[in-house]
């Protein structure tokens, strides 16, 4: 199970620093990506200000709980060279690969949801690659390492229309890819369970290496709640050398909309898991089983939470019946 820090909310929109025109007393701050860089934890928020136009800001933190949110908003440089129209930058998610942190985002478009790729090497400058999915998908996660020579990602095509047209998605997929540009999807990797927690579903952060299987936290909207969707999450632990095939998966959810923060706000009734940091690996990389894991995420797309856990146990948790 994810425990809840007790003083959640670790940022909430008061957090945020004022910069006319566009950073006035701005509405909220949600989805963090995480990722810990050179002894600190480092968050790239997704800010909404009361226009509704979204901005990315960087927090810094030394312990993982108190962050201090940068006054000026991330520049993705380059991202001037796609002249269709981009409506929001949002919901990123970090993944070091070699000393560089790759940040893959979505982008709302004419034609639905894009993801976006940049990088970073100093968390100073941050410069925008490319458009890394051209289909209608969200939710795209890099793995911290590739996987028989190939760069891997899950992602969620969105192929299934909501009541009210919005896309959504009833299944996880994975990609590959040479140069982390061009992307060739492999198939699917798991669904989402009607009737369930996770009727549709989508990558939480990155995962995480453990000895027993890529760790992942994803998340899962059940629908069939008349009126409202909870957004909850869940875990999976995927096989390390074929990380199309699912080894466990949690029956029921590991974190859910209770608390006021989490039940009540933009959108009621969610919890956005979208960054993970485990606090020590082995000298192979390996996730150690007692280390903590610190999970942040949206609540209620109004502020951020975190919620930490062990890897064993979450290793556990998925392969409780
Ligand atoms: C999803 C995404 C997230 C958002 C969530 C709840 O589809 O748009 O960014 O937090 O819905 O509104």
Same mark, same amino acid.
């Given at each position: 199970m994810l425990k809840r820090y #007790? +003083? =959640? /909310? *670790? %940022?909430?929109? +008061?957090d945020i620093p004022n910069l006319p025109p566009n950073l006035v007393d701005v509405s909220s701050v949600f989805n963090p990506g995480a990722i810990k860089f050179k002894d600190q934890y480092i968050l790239l928020l997704r800010v909404q200000n009361r226009g509704r136009e979204t901005f990315t800001l960087k927090a810094t933190s030394q312990d993982g709980i108190h962050f201090k949110v940068a006054k000026n908003p991330v520049i993705f440089e380059g %991202?001037?060279? *796609? +002249?269709e129209k981009i409506y929001h930058v949002y919901d990123p998610r970090l993944t070091m690969i070699e000393g560089v942190c790759y940040i893959m985002f979505a982008m709302d478009m004419d034609d639905g949801c894009k993801l976006g790729l940049a990088i970073t090497k100093d968390f100073e400058t941050f410069e925008f690659m490319d458009i890394v999915g051209r289909g209608d998908v969200r939710n795209g996660v890099l793995f911290p390492e590739k996987i028989g020579g190939k760069y891997i990602r899950l992602e969620r095509p969105n192929r299934q229309a909501l009541s009210g047209g919005i896309m959504t998605g009833t299944e996880i997929w994975l990609s590959s890819s040479d140069d982390l540009l061009h992307w060739k999807e492999e198939g699917p990797v798991m669904k989402g369970r009607f009737h369930y927690w996770d009727e549709t579903i989508g990558s939480g952060p990155p995962p995480i290496k453990t000895k027993e299987g890529w760790l992942h936290i994803y998340h899962g909207v059940a629908h069939h709640f008349g009126s409202a969707s909870v957004y909850q999450a869940g875990a999976v632990l995927l096989d %390390? =050398?074929? /990380? #199309?095939?699912?080894l466990a998966r949690t029956r029921q959810n590991i974190l859910e909309p209770r608390e006021l923060y989490e039940l009540t706000g933009q959108v009621p009734n969610v919890v956005f898991p979208s960054g993970m940091i485990c606090e020590s690996y082995d000298e192979h990389g390996f996730a150690l089983s007692e280390a903590e894991i610190k999970v942040y995420y949206g609540a209620a797309d109004t502020v951020a939470g975190l919620a930490t856990s062990k890897v064993q146990e979450l290793i556990d948790r998925c392969k409780t019946e």
């Open positions: #007790q +003083k =959640n /909310p *670790i %940022l909430t929109r +008061k %991202l001037e060279k *796609i +002249k %390390l =050398n074929d /990380p #199309q095939k699912v």
